[in-house]
């Protein structure tokens, strides 16, 4: 069973689109980070399915999780200065 928030293939590669992410060449399968190439996914536009890196998948293994109504800044000296200079 899907949640709510699941995104479809199709979604997460226009998502990711509009995050920056490129194609590698304009007739390719496989979207590419800006800044790192390593990090990459295939799209199998017929099946419906992305299929990551390694080094992406190691990427995101990083990632931690923080429910919606929680600052995006964890450390809080991070959350002082981010506060800070919002002031400004």
Not at 20 to 49: C, E, I, K, M
Not at 60 to 72: A, C, F, G, K, Y
């Amino acid at each position: 069973m899907k949640s709510k928030d699941s995104l479809s293939a199709e979604q997460q590669v226009l998502a990711m689109l509009d995050r920056g992410w490129r194609w590698r060449d304009p007739l390719s399968s496989v979207l590419v980070h800006p800044q790192d190439y390593s990090l990459f996914v295939v799209y199998d536009q017929q099946a419906g399915t992305l299929t990551c890196s390694a080094e992406l998948l190691k990427a995101l293994e990083l990632v931690i999780p923080t429910p919606p109504h929680q600052s995006r800044y964890y450390w809080p000296d991070e959350q002082r200065a981010y506060l800070r200079s919002k002031r400004r």
